[in-house]
């Protein structure tokens, strides 16, 4: 069965860190592309970041650069996302997703074939 699980969403103020984990299980890990998910109350699902499982390689929405950075630990089948620099706007449910690598490094909702059930982030004031 194939599972993604997210952790370690929570309530913090605005400037502070989070560390999110996706583990997954059921699949392949190195044949895929994970990604990072977020959707706010009345928005649309919207890519934050992405990581290859198999080289490495990296994507960041424009409004996380420099704040958020994805790693993976193929040994643990687990992604991470360390957010800093949190903003209120940051506030969404967070997802992961996985995406065969030949798909490459991107946010289309279709080419994600396995989803988490999300976790919460919410960035006060």
């Known amino acids: 069965e194939v599972q993604l699980v997210e952790s370690g969403g929570g309530l913090v103020q605005a400037g502070g860190s989070l560390r999110l984990s996706c583990a997954a299980s059921?699949?392949?890990?190195?044949?895929?592309?994970i990604g990072w998910f977020r959707q706010a109350p009345g928005k649309e699902r919207e890519g934050v970041s992405c990581i290859s499982s198999s080289d490495g390689r990296t994507h960041y929405a424009d409004s996380v650069k420099g704040r958020f950075t994805i790693s993976s630990d193929n040994a643990k089948n687990t992604v991470y996302l360390q957010m800093v620099s949190l903003k209120p706007e940051d506030t969404a449910v967070y997802y992961c997703a996985a995406a065969l690598t030949s798909y490459g490094l991107g946010f289309a909702l279709a080419a994600y074939d396995y989803w988490g059930q999300g976790t919460q982030v919410t960035v006060s004031s």
């Open positions: 059921g699949f392949t890990f190195d044949d895929y592309t």
